[in-house]
């Protein structure tokens, strides 16, 4: 096969290659990266598992911004940023025992409503919807009649600003012992998945060194 042979092959793959792309590829993705954690007073019912319970979150106290998210104020360890934050209804899948069993929760449409703030210049409404998750309920009696009881989680969702989505993931702690009940959790963004461009870029290339190797081999 002759040099042009293989540079007009070359070039109805790449055409071909340019159609399928221009099909499938999505619309352009949030660019947001980073942490945030959040934490407060929380409202946890003790006694042997219920077989429905709300778990209140009461406050939003933000910390450890990172990535994008350490734009959301001048200070390192902001308190608030006025954002408000959904209660939880936990409903028993699973008992192990009185004192410990598996509930089912979610999903939350605007778990987390961060308000209108601004991010790499763009100003929004920045929100987290929460998927469906599993909360796993331990309860221990303590002497003197008190007991602890903690819930733990992990999450999954997405963050949601100017008209665009980005998955996240974390965990969820709340505890109650004696008379004191609190909850924290850190949203982490997901790292990406590799776009359909960059997916059939790398087998177009794959392919067309294979296809030469070939050639080469022929000649």
Do not use: H
């Amino acid at each position: 096969m002759t040099v042009s042979s293989v540079l007009k092959t070359l070039s109805v793959v790449t055409v071909a290659t340019t159609a399928v792309v221009s099909t499938i590829a999505p619309a352009q993705a949030l660019n947001l990266n980073g942490s945030i954690s959040v934490s407060g007073d929380a409202t946890i019912e003790g006694g042997i598992n219920p077989a429905s319970t709300i778990l209140g979150l009461n406050d939003v106290n933000i910390g450890d911004l990172n990535g994008d998210f350490a734009q959301l104020s001048a200070s390192p360890n902001p308190t608030s940023l006025g954002a408000a934050i959904e209660d939880l209804t936990l409903n028993l899948a699973q008992a192990i025992d009185d004192f410990t069993g598996e509930y089912s929760a979610g999903p939350v449409d605007n778990f987390l409503d961060f308000g209108t703030l601004t991010i790499d210049g763009v100003t929004d409404q920045l929100t987290f919807d929460l998927d469906a998750i599993t909360v796993d309920r331990f309860r221990t009696p303590l002497p003197g009649g008190s007991e602890s009881v903690v819930l733990a989680s992990l999450l999954t969702g997405e963050f949601e600003f100017n008209g665009q989505t980005v998955d996240a993931v974390g965990g969820l702690t709340a505890s109650l012992t004696g008379q004191s009940d609190t909850y924290q959790f850190t949203l982490q963004v997901a790292e990406p998945v590799p776009e359909p461009l960059t997916i059939l870029g790398s087998l177009s290339a794959l392919g067309m060194g294979a296809f030469l190797k070939k050639q080469q081999k022929k000649s």
